[in-house]
T-cell receptor, first 116, second 110 residues
């Protein structure tokens, strides 16, 4: 997981506030994936992005959640009007191409969101 | 869709061997991954299988049977630091989406 940078590592928000999670992929990687992990559960796919494009957002909740990966800058996962159920670890991963295998997908350290 | 099943918890003794099974159903298969995850940390890559057979890497081995939709992760000479969750994940042939099972928590006891 070296090289994929996520921030903040820990974020506390009150119900109704907005949370913004950032992910800078490894150098040379143009594909970014966001996963959510609820306590004591596995990772659930949320969204797959390339630069300026959302490729697959089938795992994103229909409301309050959005993601982008602009031409310049990190990928952002945005959660509006957070609720307690949004409390989870959010992991970002990146790969150099659309066909990854072996260890060519790298995970960041995660962002732990707590909604109080 | 995809169903990926693995046991929730396993307990083993230090120095012993533990085998974690993973069964999957998927339309289109492009490889199976195993990750280790310690509490509060990111998943770290352990192994990748795309062809049938056994892949050995030190104390850890992973096996795949595509016809049976079955994989296992074998941990040998268990150490206390191996206490962690082990995640099985399947990559579909199309769509570039890695789908994870619920993870197996392994507790290594002295």
């Amino acid at each position: 997981n070296a090289g994929v940078m996520q921030n903040p590592r820990h974020l506390v928000r009150r119900r109704g506030q907005e949370a913004r999670l950032r992910c800078s992929p490894m150098k040379g990687h143009s594909h970014v994936y966001w996963y959510r992990q609820l306590p004591e559960e596995g990772l659930k796919f949320m969204v797959y992005l390339q630069k300026e494009n959302i490729i697959d957002e089938s795992g994103m909740p229909k409301e309050r959640f959005s993601a982008e990966f602009p031409k310049e800058g990190p990928s952002i996962l945005r959660i509006q009007q957070v609720v307690r159920g949004d409390s989870a670890a959010y992991f970002c991963a990146s790969s150099p191409s659309s066909s990854f295998s072996g260890n060519t997908i790298y995970f960041g350290e995660g962002s732990w969101l707590t909604v109080v | 869709g995809q169903n990926i099943d693995q046991p929730t918890e396993m307990t083993a003794t230090e120095g012993a061997i533990v085998q974690i099974n993973c069964t999957y159903q998927t339309s289109g298969f492009n490889g199976l991954f195993w990750y280790q995850q310690h509490a509060g940390e990111a998943p770290t890559f352990l192994s990748y299988n795309v062809l049938d057979g056994l892949e050995e890497k030190g104390r850890f081995s992973s096996f795949l049977s595509r016809s049976k939709g079955y994989s296992y992760l074998l941990l040998k000479e268990l150490q206390m630091k191996d206490s962690a969750s082990y995640l099985c994940a399947v990559l579909k042939a199309a769509g570039n989406k890695l789908t994870f099972g619920g993870g197996t928590r392994v507790l290594v006891k002295p």
